[in-house]
């Protein structure tokens, strides 16, 4: 994601997205690596870190950028939006994907 920040036009960003996106993906994979957290419960919980994450990095972020601490609340609704639709994508197919990655791991 930094590196679409970087070529996109959006350079400012792109230290902002590096963190803020890998906490998220570190944050993500910490709480559903184990096997008995395997389930839905585990993978909502997962996703409701990360939107808090996103929330409050991006709003950080953009506080810094814009030097105003009003102004990054207008965002907020933009990025609960990219985390459900990402949620809504990813949900159905992780389960699966763990299951076959269990498998070649084993092999």
């Not at 929330?55 to 965002?75: D, F, K, L, Q, R």
């Not at 990402?86 to 269990?102: G, H, N, R």
Request: hydrophobic fraction near 60%; avoid cysteine.
């Amino acid at each position: 994601m930094a590196l679409f920040d970087i070529f996109s036009g959006w350079a400012l960003w792109a230290p902002f997205t590096f963190v803020v996106v890998g906490i998220m993906g570190y944050t993500v994979g910490k709480i559903t690596e184990k096997d008995e957290h395997n389930t839905l419960l585990w993978y909502v919980l997962a996703i409701l870190a990360a939107l808090i994450i996103k929330i409050v990095g991006y709003y950080i972020a953009e506080g810094i950028i814009y030097g105003n601490w009003i102004a990054p609340v207008s965002s907020i609704p933009g990025n609960i939006v990219q985390v459900l639709v990402a949620a809504v994508i990813v949900l159905p197919l992780a389960k699966s994907l763990k299951k076959q990655l269990s498998a070649i791991a084993r092999s």
